[in-house]
């Protein structure tokens, strides 16, 4: 049995209302999710660093190879059980997890433990901003007008890294992101101009983000006016 058998809709709580269609589904890239917002690089370079500065040390002390070789293993160990945990997160989160964009609204399905779904309406986004990654993946975080009512830890990590005063919900590590953020760009400035959502509409500007926290211009991605 699926999590998502008992949802009308895959992803939705419940149908969509007349006038409302589905313009896209997916789901986050478990690798991209263990990599980019688990920093699981940084985890296999700080074991393997503490590692070789251990197996030196041991060697510096006065002890034999065999020692510093097996306080150095132990350390690969945990830093590898540390690795298999972050992936086991990682592959549940993108099998619980659907996103979904209509021609209304942003909607993020999710939930390891209890499944959980979040509506945004286009009318409580203020603007939205991308982070592409390597490989055409790519997060689109959502600035709300109001963030009340969402929690930064109930969301991770379907939001924004670092935002924890003011969340900002997020459609995390999916796949051909360029595909996704404009038509959610589209469908943002049909939404704003009151026009089909499938209408041919030309690029608007957002801000573009990265993982080192700077912002550069991007196309795609509509603001609110």
Not at 82 to 105: H, M, P
Not at 118 to 126: A, K, R
Not at 206 to 218: F, M, V, Y
Request: aromatic share 8%.
């Amino acid at each position: 049995m699926s999590e998502f058998d008992s949802e009308p809709v895959p992803g939705l709580p419940e149908n969509l209302p007349a006038g409302e269609h589905i313009l896209w589904q997916g789901k986050p890239e478990a690798w991209g999710v263990v990599r980019h917002l688990m920093f699981a690089p940084y985890v296999a370079a700080y074991f393997a660093t503490l590692s070789a500065w251990t197996c030196l040390a041991t060697i510096s002390a006065g002890e034999g190879a065999r020692e510093a070789s097996v306080a150095a293993l132990w350390l690969l160990g945990l830093g590898s059980t540390a690795l298999a945990i972050l992936g086991a997160v990682a592959w549940a989160v993108q099998r619980t997890t659907v996103y979904t964009i209509t021609n209304r609204r942003v909607v993020l399905r999710y939930g390891l433990a209890l499944p959980m779904a979040v509506n945004i309406p286009f009318t409580e986004i203020e603007a939205a901003a991308v982070c592409s990654y390597t490989g055409g993946t790519g997060s689109i975080s959502l600035r709300m007008l109001r963030s009340q009512g969402l929690a930064y830890v109930f969301m991770w990590p379907h939001v924004r890294p670092w935002r924890v005063w003011a969340p900002q919900p997020m459609l995390a590590c999916v796949p051909d992101i360029s595909t996704v953020s404009a038509r959610l760009g589209q469908a943002l400035v049909a939404a704003s101009a009151g026009v089909v959502a499938h209408r041919p509409l030309p690029p608007s500007v957002a801000q573009e983000w990265r993982p080192d926290g700077a912002l550069a211009s991007n196309g795609g991605l509509g603001a609110r006016s």
